[in-house]
């Protein structure tokens, strides 16, 4: 739940509101609807709000204002739900200036270095399992019970005419 106590109780801190790009825009596209639960279309939906925020006048009160209160849902500055959770753990309050606003440049880069330090995790992840699967295939073959290296050799032999004396 967004905290009440960190909203500012003058209209002043809202004006910002009334110039959003989004103002006019049909809100599904910044809230994900309750009956649509598919990742892609929820994907393409964000990405499609994100574009709308990036020409934003006001991109940084609003992610500024939806960072400092901890909106829970939607699209805010151009940060998902998720945007926001990354920047709260790799930290977004020392970014705020004199303004009492978050440096949006900072924060992007920042995003984009949790999100490729994820991909690498990822990576190693599945190069981890591969390298376990191609282990798990491959250690029947040299196992004594099926042969062995020397079993092997032999069928060699015999698949040349030649018999191990
Ligand atoms: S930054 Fe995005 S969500 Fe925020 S007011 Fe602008 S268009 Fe709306």
Redesign the pocket.
């Known amino acids: 739940m967004a905290r009440l106590t960190a909203l500012r109780p003058i209209s002043e801190a809202w004006d910002?509101?009334m110039?959003?790009?989004?103002?006019k825009r049909e809100g599904a596209q910044?809230f994900h609807p309750d009956d649509d639960l598919g990742r892609i279309s929820r994907r393409l939906r964000e990405a499609a709000?994100k574009r709308?925020?990036d020409d934003?006048p006001?991109?940084v009160q609003?992610?500024t204002h939806a960072l400092e209160v901890g909106e829970e849902y939607g699209?805010?500055?151009?940060y998902t739900e998720n945007d926001r959770a990354t920047l709260r753990d790799v930290g977004w309050r020392d970014t705020v200036g004199q303004e009492r606003l978050a440096d949006v440049p900072t924060l992007d880069e920042r995003l984009a270095g949790a999100r490729a330090e994820a991909q690498r995790a990822k990576d190693r992840r599945m190069a981890n399992a591969q390298r376990r699967r191609v282990t798990a295939v491959s250690r029947p073959a040299t196992s004594p019970d099926a042969g062995g290296a020397s079993g092997t050799r032999a069928a060699n032999r015999q698949g040349c005419g030649v018999t191990g004396t």
């Not at 110039?19 to 103002?23: A, D, P, S, T, V």
């Open positions: 910002w509101q110039l959003g790009r989004c103002r910044f709000a709308v925020c934003c006001v991109r609003c992610a699209v805010w500055g151009g």
